[in-house]
């Protein structure tokens, strides 16, 4: 359900790391430019840095990120922002932290620190009592498996319950991800043919051109398969085959999510092709011999009555000829060829909603081609989304944990359907294939989608 209230401060627990200065700093930005920030922001870390400094690091990383910088804009957010330097394990950082937001009913805590942290400072900030109204932002990895998943959950509901715990997926901020929702449910011509009897075939791909970028000792213990078919793409998966949330009450919108997952069947190792990348065993940080995978094809299917036959295809990996993430619905063929050339069978039709490079969606149709001939040939039915300041995926998330709108976070019941999904092939999996840097990945994969199909993404 929604929140009770609009929190009146923030606190970012790690905000000296990496995902701070890359992204944060920015949606701080954006919310204080869009008026939605007037409040305390708390940073939290080990680093012996002042309230200056902070602000200081706030400017760098904006101008780092290219974007103008309205000074009156900076002012505000800098007026806001303050700095706890302290232990995560010492009861004196949660002092001071509530030192910081005194006077202030509900706070949003943000905790982008490493999942083996979140018990201390879950506690610290009960033994505070910042818990009591308070939200927790939770940063992926939710756990390694199912087990490490159930067991972080239980860590966080000793003193947060379930309806105040943001499980952040950035990939459900972007605004081409949500637009999957209004695309279908706003649109009532897709609805008589978004089923088994007219799609073909769903393929989701999330390809990089390049490599693990000297993040091997991290990356040599997640692989792509944790790192982003688990979480980001079963997500997407779910948002295409959703049936119609009841209402637009956000808990209505993640049911119809859980029902997805719990409908997709338990991969097997016949439903995987691994690979890995040659040259990765030389990046720094990799274990001699890793088997770690840096390419993940799986075939899933969902037994639902909607879906139940229809084969959804994910692939993943780094080190592939381009970068591209999009999600390609192929519809059925016409029964027979009309107005096609002898040596021409015409393409299906396809609806395209791609993320990466470009925000844009695409149907690939068939028509008439020019000339005197009663020949079709494809065209392309295209819609571009220009970005808009202050959309970013973490814009709109932390503005919606700020508001208790919960309905692009995860859910506990969902993170364990996901992990259930692959959890099997985390441990009886086939050794990965080698495949070239520049290339769609291994060959093998080829064989997930059967004789009669090809890959949208080439």
């Not at 937001?101 to 509900?106: E, H, Y």
């Not at 299906?348 to 925000?359: A, G």
């Amino acid at each position: 359900m929604m929140g009770e209230s609009y929190a009146d401060a923030l606190i970012l627990f790690g905000i000296s790391g990496d995902l701070a200065r890359n992204k944060l700093f920015s949606a701080l930005y954006n919310l204080t430019a869009a008026g939605g920030l007037d409040m305390p922001v708390v940073g939290v870390a080990s680093s012996d840095w002042s309230d200056e400094h902070l602000r200081l690091r706030a400017r760098q990383a904006l101008e780092e990120a290219g974007e103008p910088i309205d000074d009156e804009v900076f002012a505000r957010l800098a007026a806001n922002l303050c700095y706890v330097a302290g232990d995560y394990r010492e009861p004196a950082t949660y002092a001071d932290i509530t030192k910081r937001v005194a006077d202030t009913g509900c706070t949003v805590s943000y905790l982008a620190i490493p999942p083996g942290l979140f018990d201390d400072v879950v506690e610290g900030l009960a033994s505070e009592g910042l818990n009591r109204r308070g939200r927790v932002v939770l940063e992926k990895p939710f756990g390694r498996d199912t087990q490490s998943a159930a067991e972080l959950s239980d860590i966080v509901h000793r003193h947060f319950p379930e309806e105040r715990v943001y499980r952040i997926d950035h990939f459900l901020g972007k605004e081409a991800v949500q637009n999957l929702m209004i695309f279908r449910f706003s649109n009532t011509i897709l609805e008589p043919v978004w089923n088994r009897h007219y799609v073909r075939g769903v393929q989701i791909t999330m390809a990089e051109d390049f490599g693990v970028e000297g993040r091997g000792s991290f990356y040599d213990t997640v692989g792509t398969l944790r790192d982003v078919v688990q979480n980001h793409l079963l997500q997407v998966l779910a948002l295409l085959a959703m049936e119609p949330p009841a209402s637009e009450d956000p808990d209505a919108l993640r049911d119809e999510r859980v029902k997805v997952l719990k409908a997709v069947e338990t991969l097997t190792p016949d439903d995987v092709v691994r690979g890995q990348y040659v040259g990765y065993l030389d990046e720094p940080g990799v274990a001699a011999g890793s088997d770690t995978e840096t390419f993940a094809a799986v075939r899933l299917e969902v037994d639902s009555w909607r879906w139940a036959g229809v084969p959804w295809i994910i692939r993943a990996g780094k080190g592939l000829a381009s970068t591209v993430t999009e999600a390609v619905v192929e519809f059925v063929r016409p029964p027979r060829p009309l107005f096609a050339a002898a040596d021409c069978h015409p393409g299906p039709n396809r609806l395209t909603f791609r993320t990466k490079p470009d925000e844009e969606i695409n149907l690939s149709m068939q028509a008439k081609t020019p000339g005197a001939s009663m020949v079709s040939g494809p065209v392309e039915l295209h819609l571009q989304h220009d970005r808009i300041r202050g959309r970013d995926a973490y814009d709109r998330l932390i503005g919606d944990a700020l508001r208790g709108d919960p309905g692009l976070f995860a859910r506990q019941d969902g993170v364990m359907e996901a992990w259930r999904v692959v959890e099997r092939v985390l441990t009886d999996r086939r050794p990965v294939v080698p495949y070239q840097r520049g290339s769609w990945g291994p060959v093998e994969a080829r064989s997930l989608l059967g004789t009669d199909w090809t890959w949208a993404a080439t």
